[in-house]
């Protein structure tokens, strides 16, 4: 029987992007990957199991060839858990950016275990997912004092902030090291770009993060994004360049962090070794 392919690689939907043909910038100027994998420890606390194994995960993250490992520590320990953050800092060799509240528990565990980064995001008890960036103007003492202590111990910090010109300023105020652009009203836009009023919406948006980037770097920042991405949204983004005089090709996104469109993908182009394997173990003699 012939089997479908499940290796393919996922469909494109129409591009939304700039227009402009994709630029091949050289190995120097790609963007970073840095692979969030906290949707595998949701599947894993689903059922309380010793599997999916994070260590093997972000092993194979890193044989991939993604630049950084991504985790969010949330306070409900809804899915990473610390013993996880502790064991991937000691046996990872790519760097660790550390999602986290700006709280006393979290900076002191922060501070302990010493990732590479910290991304400051927001945090609500019942929310499905971070919903949007830092309300920085509200939060400004508990933002800029976890930024300061973060920094002091010396771990790099970058923060989750809607793409707006007023939040790159009051991050560098602030003196984050890095801003997260929080993209999920691009990408929510984009995935349902087929009526004109999406399309607009994500183009408008698309153009946020553009403007918010450029002051980002002109402000000595280095401009990050994440949430919402997948295979086909993140190309728009991806093809916004600098504007800086001789370096005109470089991407202006820095990094992205990505996760539950790479936990999806996995979900679908692992099946069917997994079905194999199932079969073996319950048909083998
Ligand atoms: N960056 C931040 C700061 C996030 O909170 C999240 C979601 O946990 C992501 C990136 C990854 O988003 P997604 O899972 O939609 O790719």
Not at 25 to 45: C, E, F, K
Not at 74 to 80: K, L, P, V, Y
Not at 144 to 155: E, N, P, Q, S
Request: with cysteine.
């Amino acid at each position: 029987m012939k089997t479908k392919n499940t290796t393919a690689k996922p469909k494109m939907r129409k591009s939304i992007g700039t227009g402009r043909a994709p630029s091949t910038p050289s190995l120097l100027l790609m963007p970073r990957l840095g692979v969030n994998i906290d949707h595998l420890a949701t599947l894993r606390q689903l059922r309380n199991t010793p599997y999916p194994d994070l260590l093997e995960a972000a092993r194979i993250v890193e044989t991939a060839g993604a630049h950084q490992i991504t985790v969010h520590l949330r306070e409900d320990r809804r899915h990473i858990q610390d013993l996880d953050v502790k064991q991937l800092r000691a046996e990872l060799k790519i760097p660790m950016n550390l999602e986290m509240a700006a709280e006393e528990e979290m900076l002191r565990f922060a501070t302990r275990i010493m990732p590479d980064w910290a991304c400051l995001v927001p945090e609500k008890r019942n929310e499905v997912t971070t919903e949007g960036g830092l309300d920085l103007a509200k939060q400004k003492k508990r933002i800029a004092g976890a930024a300061a202590k973060l920094r002091k111990a010396g771990i790099k910090v970058s923060l989750f902030i809607e793409p707006s010109l007023e939040a790159v300023k009051l991050s560098s105020e602030f003196g984050a090291d890095a801003v997260e652009f929080h993209t999920g009203q691009f990408c929510l836009a984009s995935q349902s770009a087929l009526g004109p009023r999406s399309a607009a919406k994500a183009k408008m948006e698309l153009e946020r993060i553009r403007k918010a980037a450029l002051l980002c770097r002109k402000l000595g920042m280095r401009p990050h994004a994440g949430h919402g991405f997948d295979y086909v949204n993140v190309r728009p983004v991806v093809e916004l360049l600098t504007e800086d005089p001789g370096d005109l090709q470089a991407p202006l996104i820095e990094e992205y962090n990505i996760g539950h469109a790479i936990v999806c993908r996995a979900a679908i182009v692992g099946l069917e070794r997994a079905v194999r394997e199932m079969l073996s173990a319950i048909q083998a003699p």
